[in-house]
Protein backbone atom coordinates (compact mmCIF):
# COMPACT_ATOMS: atom_id res chain seq x y z
CA UNK A 1 0.00 0.00 0.00
CA UNK A 2 1.19 3.41 -0.77
CA UNK A 3 1.24 6.08 2.11
CA UNK A 4 -0.19 8.85 -0.25
CA UNK A 5 -2.70 6.80 -0.90
CA UNK A 6 -3.63 5.13 1.93
CA UNK A 7 -5.47 6.41 5.58
CA UNK A 8 -3.76 6.80 8.85
CA UNK A 9 -5.00 10.09 10.45
CA UNK A 10 -1.75 9.37 13.02
CA UNK A 11 -2.33 11.96 16.46
CA UNK A 12 0.72 13.73 18.07
CA UNK A 13 -1.50 14.37 21.18
CA UNK A 14 -3.40 11.42 22.93
CA UNK A 15 -6.48 12.86 24.18
CA UNK A 16 -6.97 12.58 28.19
CA UNK A 17 -9.85 10.03 28.61
CA UNK A 18 -7.07 7.68 26.69
CA UNK A 19 -5.81 5.85 30.40
CA UNK A 20 -4.11 2.64 29.39
CA UNK A 21 -1.63 2.28 27.00
CA UNK A 22 -3.65 0.32 24.72
CA UNK A 23 -6.24 2.60 24.18
CA UNK A 24 -3.52 5.49 23.61
CA UNK A 25 -1.32 4.04 21.29
CA UNK A 26 -4.36 2.99 18.94
CA UNK A 27 -5.44 6.25 18.91
CA UNK A 28 -2.00 8.18 18.27
CA UNK A 29 -1.89 5.09 15.48
CA UNK A 30 -4.90 6.04 13.49
CA UNK A 31 -6.40 2.86 14.34
CA UNK A 32 -9.69 3.95 15.97
CA UNK A 33 -11.71 6.85 16.10
CA UNK A 34 -14.43 6.84 19.08
CA UNK A 35 -17.96 7.55 17.78
CA UNK A 36 -19.49 7.69 21.40
CA UNK A 37 -18.82 6.21 24.82
CA UNK A 38 -17.60 2.71 24.37
CA UNK A 39 -18.46 3.17 20.81
CA UNK A 40 -15.55 3.18 17.97
CA UNK A 41 -14.87 3.64 14.43
CA UNK A 42 -12.18 0.89 13.22
CA UNK A 43 -10.38 2.94 10.88
CA UNK A 44 -8.08 0.94 8.33
CA UNK A 45 -5.02 -0.05 10.20
CA UNK A 46 -7.37 -1.30 13.26
CA UNK A 47 -9.36 -3.04 10.71
CA UNK A 48 -6.77 -4.79 9.40
CA UNK A 49 -6.01 -5.95 12.60
CA UNK A 50 -9.25 -7.36 13.59
CA UNK A 51 -9.42 -8.85 10.71
CA UNK A 52 -5.78 -11.15 10.91
CA UNK A 53 -7.46 -12.01 14.34
CA UNK A 54 -10.83 -12.91 12.90
CA UNK A 55 -9.12 -15.39 10.07
CA UNK A 56 -6.84 -16.79 12.61
CA UNK A 57 -9.99 -17.97 14.90
CA UNK A 58 -11.73 -19.10 11.70
CA UNK A 59 -9.04 -21.34 10.83
CA UNK A 60 -8.80 -23.13 14.27
CA UNK A 61 -12.40 -23.23 14.74
CA UNK A 62 -12.79 -24.34 11.65
CA UNK A 63 -10.24 -26.85 11.71
CA UNK A 64 -11.90 -28.08 14.84
CA UNK A 65 -14.89 -29.29 13.51
CA UNK A 66 -16.91 -25.95 14.33
CA UNK A 67 -19.59 -24.94 11.89
CA UNK A 68 -19.80 -21.05 11.03
CA UNK A 69 -22.52 -18.99 10.71
CA UNK A 70 -24.17 -15.37 11.28
CA UNK A 71 -26.86 -14.47 13.20
CA UNK A 72 -28.90 -11.70 13.38
CA UNK A 73 -27.64 -8.70 15.58
CA UNK A 74 -31.30 -7.53 16.71
CA UNK A 75 -33.03 -10.41 18.55
CA UNK A 76 -36.56 -10.50 19.00
CA UNK A 77 -37.82 -10.11 22.65
CA UNK A 78 -40.03 -13.18 22.92
CA UNK A 79 -36.84 -15.17 22.35
CA UNK A 80 -35.28 -14.13 26.02
CA UNK A 81 -38.66 -14.19 27.36
CA UNK A 82 -38.95 -17.88 26.52
CA UNK A 83 -35.48 -18.02 28.12
CA UNK A 84 -36.27 -15.88 31.38
CA UNK A 85 -33.57 -13.38 30.08
CA UNK A 86 -35.90 -10.73 29.31
CA UNK A 87 -37.00 -9.67 32.61
CA UNK A 88 -33.25 -10.86 34.28
CA UNK A 89 -31.06 -8.26 32.66
CA UNK A 90 -31.42 -4.98 33.83
CA UNK A 91 -29.96 -1.55 31.81
CA UNK A 92 -27.12 -3.04 30.33
CA UNK A 93 -29.37 -5.21 27.84
CA UNK A 94 -30.11 -2.40 25.28
CA UNK A 95 -33.51 -2.98 24.60
CA UNK A 96 -35.32 -1.10 21.33
CA UNK A 97 -38.56 -1.11 20.01
CA UNK A 98 -39.85 -1.59 15.95
CA UNK A 99 -42.09 0.48 14.17
CA UNK A 100 -44.81 -1.84 15.20
CA UNK A 101 -43.86 -0.53 18.39
CA UNK A 102 -42.79 -4.63 18.99
CA UNK A 103 -39.54 -4.90 21.71
CA UNK A 104 -35.64 -6.49 20.57
CA UNK A 105 -33.01 -5.92 21.93
CA UNK A 106 -29.44 -5.76 20.21
CA UNK A 107 -27.63 -8.95 20.53
CA UNK A 108 -25.43 -9.16 23.90
CA UNK A 109 -25.33 -12.49 23.58
CA UNK A 110 -26.87 -15.55 21.08
CA UNK A 111 -28.28 -18.56 23.39
CA UNK A 112 -31.13 -17.73 22.40
CA UNK A 113 -30.75 -17.18 19.08
CA UNK A 114 -29.01 -20.28 18.39
CA UNK A 115 -30.91 -22.56 20.01
CA UNK A 116 -33.77 -21.46 18.48
CA UNK A 117 -31.55 -22.25 15.39
CA UNK A 118 -31.21 -26.12 16.31
CA UNK A 119 -34.55 -26.58 17.43
CA UNK A 120 -35.79 -26.18 14.15
CA UNK A 121 -33.80 -28.58 12.65
CA UNK A 122 -32.03 -31.01 14.40
CA UNK A 123 -34.47 -33.60 15.90
CA UNK A 124 -31.98 -36.82 16.40
CA UNK A 125 -29.29 -37.90 18.12
CA UNK A 126 -27.30 -38.71 14.85
CA UNK A 127 -27.41 -34.90 14.03
CA UNK A 128 -25.06 -34.62 16.93
CA UNK A 129 -23.22 -33.49 18.36
CA UNK A 130 -22.69 -29.73 16.68
CA UNK A 131 -21.13 -26.56 17.14
CA UNK A 132 -21.72 -23.31 15.72
CA UNK A 133 -20.08 -20.38 15.56
CA UNK A 134 -20.35 -17.00 14.33
CA UNK A 135 -17.85 -13.64 14.40
CA UNK A 136 -20.11 -10.95 14.78
CA UNK A 137 -21.12 -7.35 16.12
CA UNK A 138 -22.05 -7.31 20.20
CA UNK A 139 -23.63 -4.57 22.57
CA UNK A 140 -23.81 -4.35 26.35
CA UNK A 141 -24.80 -1.11 27.71
CA UNK A 142 -21.68 -1.11 30.37
CA UNK A 143 -22.29 1.67 32.60
CA UNK A 144 -18.91 2.65 32.58
CA UNK A 145 -17.10 1.76 29.31
CA UNK A 146 -13.47 2.59 29.58
CA UNK A 147 -9.99 1.75 27.97
CA UNK A 148 -10.86 1.92 24.27
CA UNK A 149 -11.61 -1.78 23.07
CA UNK A 150 -10.52 -3.45 25.77
CA UNK A 151 -13.85 -2.37 27.47
CA UNK A 152 -16.08 -1.09 24.47
CA UNK A 153 -20.17 -1.22 24.62
CA UNK A 154 -20.05 -2.65 20.80
CA UNK A 155 -17.40 -4.90 20.54
CA UNK A 156 -16.66 -7.40 17.94
CA UNK A 157 -17.18 -11.47 19.64
CA UNK A 158 -16.59 -14.62 18.38
CA UNK A 159 -19.52 -16.63 20.37
CA UNK A 160 -19.59 -20.22 19.25
CA UNK A 161 -22.30 -23.04 21.05
CA UNK A 162 -22.48 -26.88 20.94
CA UNK A 163 -24.82 -29.50 21.77
CA UNK A 164 -23.96 -32.65 22.89
CA UNK A 165 -26.47 -36.44 23.34
CA UNK A 166 -24.99 -36.16 26.46
CA UNK A 167 -22.62 -34.86 29.37
CA UNK A 168 -19.72 -37.03 28.46
CA UNK A 169 -19.74 -35.95 24.69
CA UNK A 170 -20.70 -32.47 26.04
CA UNK A 171 -16.92 -32.74 27.88
CA UNK A 172 -15.54 -33.95 24.54
CA UNK A 173 -17.32 -30.56 23.03
CA UNK A 174 -15.65 -28.35 25.35
CA UNK A 175 -12.15 -29.87 25.13
CA UNK A 176 -11.83 -29.45 21.63
CA UNK A 177 -13.03 -25.75 22.25
CA UNK A 178 -10.35 -25.72 24.78
CA UNK A 179 -7.54 -27.01 22.95
CA UNK A 180 -9.20 -24.59 19.57
CA UNK A 181 -8.24 -21.98 22.03
CA UNK A 182 -5.11 -22.66 22.81
CA UNK A 183 -3.86 -22.81 18.88
CA UNK A 184 -5.58 -19.51 18.51
CA UNK A 185 -4.17 -17.43 21.14
CA UNK A 186 -0.96 -18.95 20.72
CA UNK A 187 -1.16 -18.01 16.76
CA UNK A 188 -1.85 -14.90 17.33
CA UNK A 189 1.37 -14.51 19.80
CA UNK A 190 -0.31 -13.82 22.39
CA UNK A 191 1.15 -15.27 26.69
CA UNK A 192 -1.88 -15.93 28.03
CA UNK A 193 -3.01 -18.66 30.50
CA UNK A 194 -6.41 -20.96 31.38
CA UNK A 195 -7.85 -20.21 34.71
CA UNK A 196 -10.67 -21.93 36.12
CA UNK A 197 -13.34 -18.95 36.11
CA UNK A 198 -16.92 -18.24 37.57
CA UNK A 199 -19.92 -19.33 35.59
CA UNK A 200 -21.61 -16.06 36.14
CA UNK A 201 -26.05 -15.89 36.10
CA UNK A 202 -25.54 -17.63 33.28
CA UNK A 203 -25.10 -21.12 35.40
CA UNK A 204 -23.64 -23.99 33.71
CA UNK A 205 -21.69 -26.24 35.77
CA UNK A 206 -17.87 -25.07 35.29
CA UNK A 207 -16.07 -22.41 33.12
CA UNK A 208 -12.87 -21.80 32.02
CA UNK A 209 -11.21 -17.81 31.38
CA UNK A 210 -8.54 -17.02 29.14
CA UNK A 211 -6.68 -14.93 30.58
CA UNK A 212 -3.95 -12.14 28.71
CA UNK A 213 -1.01 -11.64 31.38
CA UNK A 214 -0.63 -7.94 31.34
CA UNK A 215 -0.51 -5.41 34.39
CA UNK A 216 -3.03 -3.01 33.15
CA UNK A 217 -5.43 -6.32 33.71
CA UNK A 218 -9.16 -5.12 34.62
CA UNK A 219 -9.10 -9.12 35.99
CA UNK A 220 -7.10 -10.96 39.04
CA UNK A 221 -5.55 -13.86 38.49
CA UNK A 222 -4.31 -16.71 41.44
CA UNK A 223 -2.00 -18.97 40.86
CA UNK A 224 0.15 -21.13 42.55
CA UNK A 225 3.64 -20.95 42.27
CA UNK A 226 4.02 -24.89 41.86
CA UNK A 227 2.05 -24.52 38.56
CA UNK A 228 -0.80 -26.99 39.41
CA UNK A 229 -3.78 -24.41 40.09
CA UNK A 230 -5.12 -21.30 38.37
CA UNK A 231 -8.29 -19.65 38.65
CA UNK A 232 -9.98 -15.91 38.56
CA UNK A 233 -9.86 -14.27 42.30
CA UNK A 234 -13.70 -14.68 41.71
CA UNK A 235 -13.15 -18.66 41.93
CA UNK A 236 -10.01 -18.83 43.43
CA UNK A 237 -10.28 -21.55 46.22
CA UNK A 238 -9.26 -20.68 50.29
CA UNK A 239 -7.97 -23.69 52.31
CA UNK A 240 -9.40 -24.46 55.44
CA UNK A 241 -6.46 -24.68 57.38
CA UNK A 242 -6.01 -22.52 60.17
CA UNK A 243 -4.91 -23.14 63.31
CA UNK A 244 -6.40 -22.00 66.36
CA UNK A 245 -4.84 -18.88 67.72
CA UNK A 246 -3.69 -20.21 71.42
CA UNK A 247 -4.73 -17.28 73.42
CA UNK A 248 -6.11 -17.48 76.71
CA UNK A 249 -9.83 -16.17 76.22
CA UNK A 250 -10.68 -13.07 77.94
CA UNK A 251 -13.84 -11.45 79.33
CA UNK A 252 -15.53 -9.51 76.73
CA UNK A 253 -15.96 -5.71 77.28
CA UNK A 254 -17.89 -2.52 75.61
CA UNK A 255 -15.19 -0.13 74.10
CA UNK A 256 -16.36 3.91 73.17
CA UNK A 257 -14.47 3.26 69.36
CA UNK A 258 -15.53 7.24 67.73
CA UNK A 259 -15.63 7.43 64.24
CA UNK A 260 -13.69 4.64 63.63
CA UNK A 261 -14.61 3.49 60.32
CA UNK A 262 -12.40 1.74 58.70
CA UNK A 263 -10.64 -1.54 60.22
CA UNK A 264 -7.44 0.30 59.56
CA UNK A 265 -8.82 3.54 61.56
CA UNK A 266 -10.30 0.84 64.72
CA UNK A 267 -6.82 -1.15 64.86
CA UNK A 268 -5.14 2.06 64.89
CA UNK A 269 -8.06 3.60 67.85
CA UNK A 270 -7.39 0.47 69.58
CA UNK A 271 -3.63 -0.58 69.17
CA UNK A 272 -4.42 -3.81 67.92
CA UNK A 273 -3.72 -5.94 64.58
CA UNK A 274 -5.92 -5.60 61.84
CA UNK A 275 -6.00 -9.65 62.29
CA UNK A 276 -8.04 -9.24 65.30
CA UNK A 277 -10.89 -7.40 64.11
CA UNK A 278 -14.11 -8.99 62.57
CA UNK A 279 -15.49 -7.31 59.87
CA UNK A 280 -18.91 -8.08 60.02
CA UNK A 281 -20.54 -7.41 56.22
CA UNK A 282 -25.05 -7.13 55.55
CA UNK A 283 -25.21 -8.89 52.01
CA UNK A 284 -28.40 -8.39 49.91
CA UNK A 285 -28.63 -11.61 47.71
CA UNK A 286 -31.56 -11.64 45.65
CA UNK A 287 -33.75 -9.59 48.20
CA UNK A 288 -32.85 -11.90 50.85
CA UNK A 289 -30.05 -10.53 53.84
CA UNK A 290 -27.80 -12.27 55.44
CA UNK A 291 -24.52 -11.59 57.88
CA UNK A 292 -21.09 -12.57 56.35
CA UNK A 293 -17.68 -12.33 58.59
CA UNK A 294 -14.33 -12.43 57.66
CA UNK A 295 -11.34 -11.82 59.52
CA UNK A 296 -9.86 -8.05 59.52
CA UNK A 297 -7.06 -8.59 56.80
CA UNK A 298 -9.53 -10.31 54.18
CA UNK A 299 -11.96 -8.97 51.51
CA UNK A 300 -15.12 -11.02 51.31
CA UNK A 301 -15.86 -12.52 47.63
CA UNK A 302 -19.34 -11.98 47.00
CA UNK A 303 -18.92 -13.94 43.45
CA UNK A 304 -18.40 -17.06 46.40
CA UNK A 305 -21.30 -15.76 48.19
CA UNK A 306 -24.01 -15.95 45.43
CA UNK A 307 -22.56 -19.27 43.75
CA UNK A 308 -22.91 -20.64 48.01
CA UNK A 309 -27.02 -19.76 47.42
CA UNK A 310 -26.88 -20.54 43.62
CA UNK A 311 -28.33 -16.97 43.38
CA UNK A 312 -28.33 -14.37 40.39
CA UNK A 313 -26.97 -11.87 42.64
CA UNK A 314 -24.94 -10.90 45.86
CA UNK A 315 -24.34 -7.26 46.99
CA UNK A 316 -23.45 -5.66 49.73
CA UNK A 317 -26.72 -3.94 51.24
CA UNK A 318 -27.82 -0.47 51.38
CA UNK A 319 -27.13 1.75 53.98
CA UNK A 320 -30.86 1.51 54.99
CA UNK A 321 -30.55 -1.78 54.19
CA UNK A 322 -27.97 -2.51 56.83
CA UNK A 323 -29.74 0.20 59.41
CA UNK A 324 -32.96 -2.19 59.01
CA UNK A 325 -31.13 -5.53 59.79
CA UNK A 326 -28.84 -4.10 62.77
CA UNK A 327 -31.40 -1.89 64.31
CA UNK A 328 -29.76 0.97 62.99
CA UNK A 329 -25.66 0.59 63.10
CA UNK A 330 -24.31 2.58 60.54
CA UNK A 331 -21.51 0.57 58.50
CA UNK A 332 -18.21 0.31 60.61
CA UNK A 333 -19.93 -0.61 63.64
CA UNK A 334 -21.76 -4.03 62.77
CA UNK A 335 -21.51 -7.37 64.30
CA UNK A 336 -22.90 -10.73 64.23
CA UNK A 337 -24.06 -10.20 67.98
CA UNK A 338 -28.17 -9.71 68.15
CA UNK A 339 -29.34 -9.92 64.55
CA UNK A 340 -32.11 -11.65 63.53
CA UNK A 341 -30.38 -12.36 60.18
CA UNK A 342 -28.42 -15.87 59.61
CA UNK A 343 -24.58 -15.56 59.98
CA UNK A 344 -22.19 -17.25 58.24
CA UNK A 345 -18.07 -16.87 58.33
CA UNK A 346 -15.17 -17.54 56.49
CA UNK A 347 -13.14 -20.72 57.90
CA UNK A 348 -10.35 -18.45 59.11
CA UNK A 349 -12.98 -17.01 61.56
CA UNK A 350 -13.06 -19.87 63.35
CA UNK A 351 -9.74 -20.39 64.69
CA UNK A 352 -10.07 -16.44 66.14
CA UNK A 353 -9.93 -15.80 69.62
CA UNK A 354 -10.46 -12.62 71.47
CA UNK A 355 -11.97 -10.32 68.71
CA UNK A 356 -12.76 -7.27 68.15
CA UNK A 357 -16.32 -6.75 67.03
CA UNK A 358 -19.05 -4.06 65.87
CA UNK A 359 -21.73 -3.47 68.85
CA UNK A 360 -24.32 -2.67 66.39
CA UNK A 361 -23.95 0.65 68.11
CA UNK A 362 -22.55 3.72 66.70
CA UNK A 363 -19.23 4.61 68.17
CA UNK A 364 -19.14 1.09 69.79
CA UNK A 365 -17.30 -2.41 69.72
CA UNK A 366 -16.84 -4.67 71.78
CA UNK A 367 -13.12 -6.19 72.60
CA UNK A 368 -11.82 -10.17 73.33
CA UNK A 369 -15.58 -11.29 71.87
CA UNK A 370 -15.12 -15.14 71.71
CA UNK A 371 -17.24 -17.65 69.09
CA UNK A 372 -19.72 -19.27 70.84
CA UNK A 373 -19.56 -16.99 74.21
CA UNK A 374 -20.82 -13.56 72.06
CA UNK A 375 -21.56 -14.48 69.06
CA UNK A 376 -22.45 -17.40 67.22
CA UNK A 377 -22.18 -18.66 63.23
CA UNK A 378 -24.26 -20.65 60.98
CA UNK A 379 -21.96 -22.26 58.99
CA UNK A 380 -18.33 -22.17 58.06
CA UNK A 381 -17.39 -21.63 54.79
CA UNK A 382 -14.85 -20.41 51.35
CA UNK A 383 -16.33 -17.05 51.58
CA UNK A 384 -13.34 -14.50 51.06
CA UNK A 385 -10.84 -13.39 48.23
CA UNK A 386 -7.09 -15.43 48.41
CA UNK A 387 -4.69 -13.43 49.00
CA UNK A 388 -0.95 -13.86 47.94
CA UNK A 389 1.17 -16.01 50.11
CA UNK A 390 -2.01 -18.42 50.82
CA UNK A 391 -1.49 -22.08 50.72
CA UNK A 392 -2.79 -23.59 47.33
CA UNK A 393 -5.18 -26.14 48.48
CA UNK A 394 -4.56 -28.06 45.20
CA UNK A 395 -0.71 -28.57 45.25
CA UNK A 396 0.88 -26.86 48.39
CA UNK A 397 2.32 -24.34 46.93
CA UNK A 398 1.94 -20.46 47.38
CA UNK A 399 -0.32 -18.31 46.11
CA UNK A 400 0.74 -15.46 43.28
CA UNK A 401 -1.41 -13.19 42.33
CA UNK A 402 -1.39 -11.16 38.80
CA UNK A 403 -3.56 -9.23 36.36
CA UNK A 404 -4.74 -10.42 33.31
CA UNK A 405 -6.63 -9.83 30.29
CA UNK A 406 -9.88 -11.81 29.90
CA UNK A 407 -9.73 -12.50 26.15
CA UNK A 408 -11.85 -15.50 25.85
CA UNK A 409 -14.34 -17.49 28.50
CA UNK A 410 -15.76 -20.98 28.06
CA UNK A 411 -19.10 -22.33 29.05
CA UNK A 412 -20.27 -25.82 29.96
CA UNK A 413 -23.50 -24.67 30.14
CA UNK A 414 -26.14 -28.07 30.97
CA UNK A 415 -29.41 -27.60 29.88
CA UNK A 416 -30.25 -23.89 30.89
CA UNK A 417 -31.32 -22.95 27.34
CA UNK A 418 -32.30 -26.72 25.99
CA UNK A 419 -34.94 -27.16 28.89
CA UNK A 420 -36.29 -23.37 28.72
CA UNK A 421 -36.33 -23.23 24.92
CA UNK A 422 -37.13 -27.32 24.48
CA UNK A 423 -34.13 -27.93 22.42
CA UNK A 424 -35.01 -31.84 22.36
CA UNK A 425 -33.25 -34.88 20.47
CA UNK A 426 -35.06 -38.23 19.85
CA UNK A 427 -32.25 -41.20 21.01
CA UNK A 428 -32.67 -44.56 19.72
CA UNK A 429 -35.12 -45.69 21.72
CA UNK A 430 -36.94 -42.46 20.38
CA UNK A 431 -36.85 -40.94 23.68
CA UNK A 432 -36.85 -37.03 23.85
CA UNK A 433 -33.90 -35.40 25.92
CA UNK A 434 -32.67 -32.40 26.33
CA UNK A 435 -29.62 -31.18 24.42
CA UNK A 436 -26.66 -30.38 26.79
CA UNK A 437 -25.00 -27.24 25.76
CA UNK A 438 -21.66 -25.15 25.77
CA UNK A 439 -21.06 -21.70 25.06
CA UNK A 440 -17.68 -20.57 24.19
CA UNK A 441 -16.54 -16.65 23.44
CA UNK A 442 -13.34 -14.93 22.16
CA UNK A 443 -13.52 -10.83 22.27
CA UNK A 444 -12.14 -10.17 18.82
CA UNK A 445 -11.91 -6.24 19.46
CA UNK A 446 -10.10 -7.10 22.77
CA UNK A 447 -7.40 -9.61 21.43
CA UNK A 448 -5.97 -6.95 19.33
CA UNK A 449 -5.89 -4.24 22.39
CA UNK A 450 -4.79 -6.88 24.56
CA UNK A 451 -1.76 -7.52 22.12
CA UNK A 452 -1.21 -3.99 22.55
CA UNK A 453 -0.56 -4.13 25.67
CA UNK A 454 1.47 -6.80 25.55
CA UNK A 455 3.96 -5.55 22.97
CA UNK A 456 4.23 -2.03 22.86
CA UNK A 457 7.20 0.63 24.22
CA UNK A 458 6.99 4.62 25.34
CA UNK A 459 7.59 4.94 21.13
CA UNK A 460 4.23 2.86 20.39
CA UNK A 461 2.70 -0.51 19.38
CA UNK A 462 5.73 -3.61 18.62
CA UNK A 463 3.12 -5.66 16.34
CA UNK A 464 3.56 -9.62 16.68
CA UNK A 465 3.65 -10.38 12.89
CA UNK A 466 0.59 -12.43 13.15
CA UNK A 467 -1.74 -9.80 13.80
CA UNK A 468 0.47 -6.64 12.13
CA UNK A 469 -1.54 -4.57 9.86
CA UNK A 470 1.09 -4.76 7.48
CA UNK A 471 4.10 -6.61 8.13
CA UNK A 472 7.01 -4.50 6.47
CA UNK A 473 7.15 -0.44 6.21
CA UNK A 474 9.41 0.45 3.37
CA UNK A 475 10.93 4.23 3.94
CA UNK A 476 12.34 6.40 0.74
CA UNK A 477 14.37 8.36 2.67
CA UNK A 478 14.82 11.15 -0.40
CA UNK A 479 11.47 11.00 -2.14
CA UNK A 480 12.86 13.39 -4.62
CA UNK A 481 16.22 11.18 -6.14
CA UNK A 482 14.51 9.38 -8.57
CA UNK A 483 16.83 6.75 -8.18
CA UNK A 484 15.73 6.40 -4.96
CA UNK A 485 12.26 6.12 -5.46
CA UNK A 486 13.23 3.97 -8.46
CA UNK A 487 14.58 1.60 -6.16
CA UNK A 488 11.84 1.55 -3.44
CA UNK A 489 9.38 1.26 -5.65
CA UNK A 490 11.61 -2.29 -7.05
CA UNK A 491 11.58 -3.54 -3.32
CA UNK A 492 7.77 -2.85 -2.43
CA UNK A 493 6.70 -5.02 -5.30
CA UNK A 494 9.20 -7.34 -4.81
CA UNK A 495 7.96 -8.01 -1.11
CA UNK A 496 4.03 -7.40 -2.24
CA UNK A 497 4.67 -10.16 -4.52
CA UNK A 498 5.49 -12.42 -2.02
CA UNK A 499 2.36 -12.50 -0.20
CA UNK A 500 3.20 -9.56 2.37
CA UNK A 501 1.15 -6.64 3.47
CA UNK A 502 3.74 -4.23 2.58
CA UNK A 503 3.29 -0.49 3.02
CA UNK A 504 5.26 2.26 1.02
CA UNK A 505 6.10 5.20 3.17
CA UNK A 506 6.30 7.38 -0.15
CA UNK A 507 5.58 10.42 1.40
CA UNK A 508 7.60 13.65 0.91
CA UNK A 509 8.40 14.03 4.79
CA UNK A 510 11.96 14.42 6.03
CA UNK A 511 13.64 10.59 7.13
CA UNK A 512 12.51 11.59 11.22
CA UNK A 513 8.76 11.49 10.95
CA UNK A 514 9.04 8.72 9.02
CA UNK A 515 10.73 6.64 11.16
CA UNK A 516 8.63 8.02 14.45
CA UNK A 517 5.56 7.43 12.22
CA UNK A 518 6.51 3.60 12.04
CA UNK A 519 7.66 3.22 15.20
CA UNK A 520 4.24 4.60 16.47
CA UNK A 521 2.19 2.34 13.94
CA UNK A 522 4.93 -0.58 15.45
CA UNK A 523 6.00 -2.09 11.46
CA UNK A 524 7.55 -5.67 12.55
CA UNK A 525 10.02 -4.92 9.42
CA UNK A 526 11.31 -1.28 8.46
CA UNK A 527 13.32 -1.19 5.40
CA UNK A 528 14.96 2.47 4.53
CA UNK A 529 16.29 3.53 1.38
CA UNK A 530 18.67 6.30 0.59
CA UNK A 531 21.35 7.89 -1.47
CA UNK A 532 23.40 5.47 0.79
CA UNK A 533 21.55 2.71 -0.72
CA UNK A 534 22.55 4.24 -4.42
CA UNK A 535 26.21 4.73 -3.68
CA UNK A 536 27.05 1.85 -1.35
CA UNK A 537 24.02 -0.50 -2.63
CA UNK A 538 22.77 -1.17 0.91
CA UNK A 539 19.39 -0.92 2.40
CA UNK A 540 18.52 -0.86 6.06
CA UNK A 541 16.56 -3.22 7.63
CA UNK A 542 15.64 -2.28 11.41
CA UNK A 543 13.66 -5.26 13.29
CA UNK A 544 11.23 -2.94 15.89
CA UNK A 545 10.58 -5.55 18.40
CA UNK A 546 14.82 -5.34 19.10
CA UNK A 547 15.94 -2.06 17.35
CA UNK A 548 18.39 -3.43 15.78
CA UNK A 549 19.34 -2.01 12.41
CA UNK A 550 21.58 -4.07 9.77
CA UNK A 551 22.96 -2.95 6.50
CA UNK A 552 21.99 -5.25 3.61
CA UNK A 553 22.95 -6.05 0.44
CA UNK A 554 20.24 -4.25 -2.30
CA UNK A 555 20.08 -7.37 -3.70
CA UNK A 556 20.09 -9.46 -0.61
CA UNK A 557 16.83 -7.30 0.76
CA UNK A 558 13.77 -9.34 -0.06
CA UNK A 559 15.36 -12.70 1.32
CA UNK A 560 16.90 -11.08 4.58
CA UNK A 561 13.57 -9.36 5.29
CA UNK A 562 11.81 -13.08 4.61
CA UNK A 563 14.37 -14.85 6.85
CA UNK A 564 13.77 -12.04 10.14
CA UNK A 565 10.05 -12.40 9.43
CA UNK A 566 9.99 -15.95 9.99
CA UNK A 567 11.74 -15.58 13.11
CA UNK A 568 9.96 -13.12 14.40
CA UNK A 569 6.26 -15.24 13.94
O1 LIG B 1 -22.38 -14.08 27.26
C1 LIG B 1 -22.31 -14.77 28.21
C2 LIG B 1 -21.95 -16.21 28.15
C3 LIG B 1 -21.36 -16.62 26.84
C4 LIG B 1 -20.00 -16.00 26.61
C5 LIG B 1 -19.41 -16.62 25.38
C6 LIG B 1 -20.29 -16.51 24.19
C7 LIG B 1 -21.71 -16.91 24.47
N1 LIG B 1 -22.20 -16.30 25.72
C8 LIG B 1 -22.59 -14.26 29.60
N2 LIG B 1 -23.22 -12.95 29.48
C9 LIG B 1 -22.47 -11.85 29.73
N3 LIG B 1 -22.96 -10.63 29.65
C10 LIG B 1 -24.29 -10.46 29.28
C11 LIG B 1 -24.81 -9.16 29.17
C12 LIG B 1 -26.13 -8.99 28.81
CL1 LIG B 1 -26.79 -7.42 28.66
C13 LIG B 1 -26.95 -10.10 28.55
F1 LIG B 1 -28.22 -9.89 28.19
C14 LIG B 1 -26.44 -11.38 28.66
C15 LIG B 1 -25.10 -11.56 29.02
C16 LIG B 1 -24.53 -12.88 29.12
O2 LIG B 1 -25.17 -13.92 28.88
MG1 LIG C 1 -16.34 -13.74 30.96
Redesign the pocket.
Known amino acids: MRLTKYFIPTLREIPAEAEVVSHKAMLRAGMIKKLASGIYDYLPLGLKAIRKAENIIRKNMDSSGAIEILMPSVQPAEM ?1 EESG ?1 WS ?2 GK ?3 RIKDRHDRNF ?1 FG ?4 EVTTDIVRSFITSYKQLPINLYQIQTKF ?2 EVRPRFGLMRGREFI ?1 K ?3 SFDVDDAGANVSYGKMRDAYRRIFDDCGLRYTMVEADS ?3 GGSYSHEFMVLADTGEDSVISSDRGGYAANLEKAVCADNWEEWNEVVLPAEEKETPNTRTVEELAAFLGVPVIKILKAMIVNVDGRFYCFLVRGDHELNLAKVKNFFGAPSAELASYDDIAEQTGGAPAGFIGPAGLKIEIYADYAVRAMKNVVMGANIKDLHIINANLGRDFEVKAFGDYRNAIEGDTCPADGGKYVLTRGIEVG ?3 KLGTKYSESMNAVYLDREGKRNPMIMG ?3 IGVTRVVAASIEQNHDEKGIIWPVQLAPFEVVIVSLNPNEQAVADLSETIYKELSGLGLDVMYDDRDERAGVKFTDAELVGYPVRVAIGKKSLSEGNVEVTVRRTGETVAVKKEDCISTVMEILEKLR
Request: aromatic share 22%; with cysteine.
Open positions: WRYYELLCPTHERDMDAYGAIHIFCYG
